[in-house]
């Protein structure tokens, strides 16, 4: 199916542990983003990706490592996941780099860290 | 540096009445503005969108926002709401970052709609 898609959408996982986020696009787009929604903060950047082995830090990078090997894959790393990265996680593609393109928004994972 | 501020948290407002959300932005040069909804456990869609151009948006299901540079503002309507309505909304500015395109968004409004 064309779209954004998220994987997993739910993910428990234990402090200090390896944690990876996969988000998928079918339509080509060169831009993609990470964002984190938490509770009073609204959505924050993590990081984005203008095109393949394109990445750049955004808003609240720490803790995060992204890669973008293939335009349509932008998977999100938590190294060693803490507390604090408990979260909803959001991928996020756009057509273009100006400031007036649509961003289109995956389903989102929520992540749990005990 | 740029901002984005919805002063209102939690608004509830009666099936049939009138809506507006506000949203106040802090950015130096013409903005790009957003809205967004978001339903409950779903991601967000694009409601409607000002680049240029007249100031008054129509965007979808019913949805207009008038941009109001004197006020920095750019606030949500609609003229009457339904209960499908109930959900959150994102208020984003669209700006340039090191060359490339991102936003910035407010921290949402709860809209809840009574019988």
């Known amino acids: 199916d064309a779209g954004i898609t998220q994987s997993p959408r739910y993910k428990i996982t234990e402090t200090g542990r390896q944690v990876t986020l996969m988000c998928h696009q079918t339509w080509s787009h060169s831009y993609m983003f990470w964002y984190r929604q938490d509770l009073g903060h609204g959505l924050r950047l993590i990081y984005y990706s203008a095109a393949a082995d394109i990445t750049d830090k955004g808003e609240v990078p720490d803790g995060y490592v992204v890669s973008r090997s293939k335009t349509e894959n932008f998977p999100l790393t938590l190294e060693s996941a803490t507390r604090s990265q408990t979260s909803v996680y959001f991928c996020?593609?756009?057509?273009?780099?100006?400031?007036?393109?649509?961003?289109?928004f995956g389903p989102g994972t929520r992540l749990t860290v005990l | 540096a740029q901002s984005v501020t919805q002063p209102d948290i939690h608004i509830t407002v009666s099936e049939g009445a009138s809506l507006e959300l506000r949203c106040n932005y802090s950015y130096g040069a013409t903005p790009y503005l957003f809205w967004y909804v978001q339903s409950p456990g779903q991601g967000l869609q694009l409601l409607l969108k000002?680049?240029?151009?007249?100031?008054l948006v129509q965007g979808i299901k019913g949805f207009e926002a008038e941009f109001k540079r004197s006020q920095s503002s750019f606030n949500l309507r609609k003229p009457s709401v339904h209960w499908s309505d109930a959900a959150e909304y994102f208020c984003a500015v669209g700006l340039l970052n090191s060359g490339y395109s991102t936003l910035t968004f407010g921290k949402g409004t709860m809209l809840l709609v009574s019988p």
């Open positions: 996020a593609s756009s057509v273009g780099r100006t400031s007036y393109n649509e961003q289109f």
């Open positions: 000002y680049f240029s151009g007249d100031t």
